[in-house]
């Protein structure tokens, strides 16, 4: 948890301009403008951060396939993005561009103290070279195999396989990736950053890092287990260029440049606002919002960079768990994408709905399921249902049945309810739990439910005329309660509520505690719908456009890969000699149902660290990688596995287990194995770390 009592910087991953904006973009957008929304109205001093990433193969291959420039490109998309962040509430103090003069210009000064320091060094190492087109074939622009897991990959990531970061000269059996040519290697000049020098330094900081204990124990389990240097220049025209001497037609590699866009950009917001912008990279906090899959970016490399150039290292990093829809992992190659603009946008739903599913739906940490019937199931229930209909009620008895705004003053339990909800809002949000503050948020609106259903204000109104207005006084404090806390979670709405209760200015100009303070207007605004629901027949579009669109992806697969139907499973034999009747172990007569099973995540996890448990002959402590974290798992396997032979595992593991200690050593799940032999369960085909097993 982070109390905040200094300026503090809060920023987000930024976009790469490289294509359009999906849902599992705004995974981490929208709960970063929620929390800065909301610390700001508690008093806050925050400036917002954000920006486009310009530079990087990709965008080069994407410009040369169109015929533009990369700048071209990059700004077609940097409109997009921002255009996207507007309309969905996502509201940057600065959206800057990291091919902006400001970050060349930082970004030089960083790399030059780190040449400087000696942190920096040359090396000449091997690089594939495609004699065609007659250039060195930097990340995205060659493909092979990956030297670590042996699957198919591109450049500078394997990223059909284990997932690992490639350096130059790395990938086995390269062809260029533009024109097919085998590669040849030949010698070239590249600056590589001392990252395993850090090493000590990062794990005395890593466990001081606040933010998600997913971006930290998986950052903690890395330096651990690996830290090498990392080659930080690349041979292209478009990016940074490289300041050291000799270092012609080399430029940054975009994983330098690009986080110190955040400083950079904060920056030029200050020279917008005649603000310092040291205040808040020297002395304040600094707050990161990323995605799961850059953790290893902003908890090593970055802070490494920063401190080896003498400033101070990132305050927190938030880290999201991933996007899925239907329960299929998102990928836009196979259709399984919801377009932020195409989809959502321009179908004409409120960005608040959205808004309010992404906060609400699950733990920031974990996984977060997109489906349109839970969307609708969740708008009507909860928003339509019960917060809509408690401030509807409540606003249109007083103005329609009443006639006035009641006189009398709030009742004290009511202010203790508020108290206790303001209370548990700002804690949640503080410690980055922002299902657990939004719920707080509708926790408010339903205790209002439940208090106007019970005392029935409109049957008061013709047998207890005083009682009815005491009620609905009551009632009306707790709906501006409930506009104050809800403006950083749906600022559309919470707008719109506030010219319901007769206020002329904006909600947002208001402290949240602001809830406590009695209502004090005299006359009601126009009283409508807060809300709408979504129904069926709109729902069902919805879907049909995600369903057309992952069948024509398939087919278009199938077509391109020339594969045919029909195509039958071949059985191998094992050679394993099959079980005596004796030796079978009876199948179980406890029943289950599918709920029972499905109680139970179980996870793909690869095992990054193994060593043994002192005085336990039986126990293995394994660290493994979930996805979204690192996990400590002990076992009583060291007699059929070595620690040597478990680490690069992938194996299936319970991640809901209440947590157990053998022989002192906590557990935080349990991974399956069969037999005697403890034959572990493992995926047949390699998936990424942290895939739900159904």
Known sequence: MI???KPTVVTCGLPYTNGLCHLGHLRTYIPGDFYVRYLRRLGEDIVFICGSDNHGTPIVVSAEAEGVSPRTISERYHKHFDEIFKATGVRFDRFGMTDDPANHARTTQILKAL??????????IQQSYCPKCGRFLPDRYVEGTCPYCGKHARGDECDQGCGRHLEPGEILDPVCATCGTKAELREQKHYYFKLSAFRDYLLEYLPTLKGTVNARNYAIGWVENELMDWCITRMLDWGVAFPAEGADGLVCYVWVDAPIGYMSFTEEWAAANNADWKKYWMEGDRVHFIGSDIIYHHCVFWPAMLHGAGYEPPSAVVASGMVTIDGEKFSKSRGNVVWTKEDYLDKGLPADYLRYYLLDYTSHTRELDFSWKEFQARINNEL??????????????????????????????????????LAAIEEAVRAFEFKAAVDNILLLASYGNSYISNEAPWKLLKTDVPRAEQVLRNCLQIVKACALVMQPAMPDFAQKLWEMLGYQDTVEAHPVSDAMVPFENTVLGDVKPLFARIEDAQREELEAVLAKRAKEAKEASAKSEGKSEGKKDEKKNSGEKPMTEEEFEPISTDIVTIDDVAKFDLRVGEVVKCEKVEKADRLLRLQVDIGCEVRQIVSSIAKEYTPEEMVGKKIIVIVNLKPAKFRGEESNGMLFAAGESASLLIPLRDVPNGTKVH
Do not use: Q
């Not at 040449?115 to 000449?124: A, D, F, L, R, S």
């Not at 606003?395 to 709030?410: D, M, Q, R, S, Y």
């Open 384 to 421: 339509v249902n019960t917060f809509g209909n408690f401030a509807n009620r409540t606003l249109n008895l007083i103005k329609n049945k009443l006639g006035h705004i009641p006189e009398c003053a709030v009742e004290a339990p009511v202010f203790e309810e508020i108290s206790k909800s």
């Open 3 to 5: 109390l905040m009592n």
């Open 115 to 124: 040449i400087e320091k000696g942190y920096v060094y040359e090396k000449v």
